[in-house]
C-alpha cells in the first residue's frame, strides 16, 4: 500500500495551494481518507476528513470556511484544496487512509506559508 502526497510548496498568506495524495495498493473507494497535519513542536492534528464515498465531510475548526477536502474514487485520489492560507497553516500535511484495523499514511508533503 502506498499513499503518495504532492502539491506542497511555498505560498504567501492568503494564497491557495490543491495538495493530491495518489493511493495505490488498496480498495481506495472502501477507505475512509483524511488529511493531517503537523507543525514543528506540535501534535499531528486532524485537518479534514472523507467518507468513502465523497458525501460526507469534516474539518477542524481552524481550517473551515477555507479548505475544502474531496476525492475521486475512478482515479484513486484524494484532494485537499486550501484557500487564504495563513502562517500557522505552516505544516507538514499527511494523506492517510483508515478501514476498521487497517490504518495507511503516506510521508507528507511541506506547506510553508510566508511572506
Known amino acids: 500500500v502506498q499513499l503518495v502526497e504532492s502539491g506542497g510548496g511555498l505560498v504567501q498568506p492568503g494564497g491557495s495551494l490543491r495538495l493530491s495524495c495518489a493511493a495505490s495498493g488498496l480498495t481506495f473507494s472502501t477507505f475512509e481518507m483524511r488529511w493531517y497535519r503537523q507543525a514543528p513542536g506540535k501534535e499531528r492534528e486532524l485537518v479534514a476528513a472523507?467518507?468513502?464515498?465523497?458525501?460526507?465531510?469534516d474539518y477542524a475548526d481552524s481550517v473551515k470556511g477555507r479548505f475544502t477536502i474531496f476525492r475521486e474514487n475512478a482515479m484513486n485520489r484524494v484532494y485537499l484544496h486550501m484557500n487564504n492560507l495563513k502562517p500557522d497553516d505552516t505544516a507538514v500535511y499527511y494523506c492517510?487512509?483508515?478501514?476498521?484495523?487497517?490504518?495507511?499514511w503516506g510521508r507528507g508533503t511541506q506547506v510553508t506559508v510566508s511572506s
Open positions: 472523507i467518507d468513502t464515498s465523497g458525501t460526507s465531510t
Open positions: 492517510n487512509g483508515i478501514r476498521s484495523w487497517f490504518d495507511y
